[in-house]
């Protein structure tokens, strides 16, 4: 029955801030704009099977952090932080510390996957996630993947 998630909505202090934000990531496309409700809509990677709606002051004006992660390919970690670097954006691994190379990222060996993180105007944390092509191993712990590409050649 459930196949997926299609749509995430966030609040925002300030939708044009916001919109100039999200409007520079590469994937992001913006589908539509409410004027009157001061909302964006976008089309996150191929149109038709994820969208982002970002409100200003909605349901209040009290911002509350939020997460949500965007989906990529393991190819694209590979420049991902200088990618966010040239946009004014900070990259930070799991454990919040600020990466320039893929190696620093962290893998989540349970599922495995490997991931960057990175925020928001109003601090939503986003991250961007790839899946490797790699049998799970939730017996190891999280690792940075140079760690876990080493462990890949052993095994």
Request: charged share 15%.
């Amino acid at each position: 029955m459930i196949q997926g998630i299609f749509e995430t909505h966030i609040n925002v202090s300030d939708v044009e801030v916001s919109a100039r934000f999200y409007e520079r990531l590469p994937g992001v496309t913006l589908l539509h704009q409410d004027t009157q409700r001061k909302s964006r809509f976008y089309w996150i990677g191929e149109p038709g099977t994820s969208m982002l709606g970002i409100r200003e002051n909605y349901p209040s004006p009290l911002v509350q952090r939020q997460h949500f992660a965007f989906t990529t390919g393991v190819e694209q970690l590979y420049t991902a932080a200088a990618q966010l670097a040239e946009l004014g954006i900070t990259a930070q691994n799991f454990h919040g510390n600020s990466v320039e190379q893929a190696g620093e990222l962290i893998v989540f060996p349970f599922m495995p996957a490997v991931s960057i993180y990175f925020t928001d105007p109003d601090g939503h944390s986003l991250e961007l996630i790839a899946m490797l092509p790699h049998k799970a191993q939730p017996e190891q712990p999280l690792m940075t993947w140079d760690a876990w590409e080493a462990l890949q050649q052993q095994g």
